[in-house]
Nanobody, 121 residues
Framework: QVRVVESGGGLVQPGGSLRLSCTAS????????MGWYRQVPGKERALVAR???????IYADSVNGRFTISGDNTKKTVYLQMNSLKPEDTAVYYC???????????????WGQGTLVTVSS
């Protein structure tokens, strides 16, 4: 009923930039928080950055100063601008959304299918 779709992944050289986008759609009353996580084979999915409905952001130490998360509440969309990319940023990036289905419902969450980012020369 709620769909989260990422786009913008791909292959980029070290030092390059990419911009990821994520849009949530479906039975959403409002969104409290959206964020990006990443996962490499054999490791746990890890937080990259999050933004809440008030615009407050948090970042993983490994990306702070290089990545910027932003959002458009009206479009239910969040972006991740990734600059100065490093080979260790290579991962599948997943979008996560915390939302309410109605004004009386509790928080729910949904994940996207992921988009692959490869940083390599």
């Amino acid at each position: 009923q709620v769909r989260v779709v990422e786009s913008g992944g791909g292959l980029v050289q070290p030092g390059g930039s990419l911009r990821l986008s994520c849009t949530a759609s479906g039975s959403i009353f409002d969104i409290a928080d959206m964020g990006w996580y990443r996962q490499v084979p054999g490791k746990e999915r890890a937080l990259v950055a999050r933004i809440n409905s008030g615009g407050s952001t948090i970042y993983a130490d490994s990306v702070n100063g290089r990545f910027t998360i932003s959002g458009d509440n009206t479009k239910k969309t969040v972006y991740l601008q990734m600059n100065s990319l490093k080979p260790e940023d290579t991962a599948v990036y997943y979008c996560h959304c915390i939302y309410r289905g109605s004004y009386i419902s509790g928080p729910l969450d949904a994940w996207g299918q992921g988009t692959l980012v490869t940083v390599s020369s």
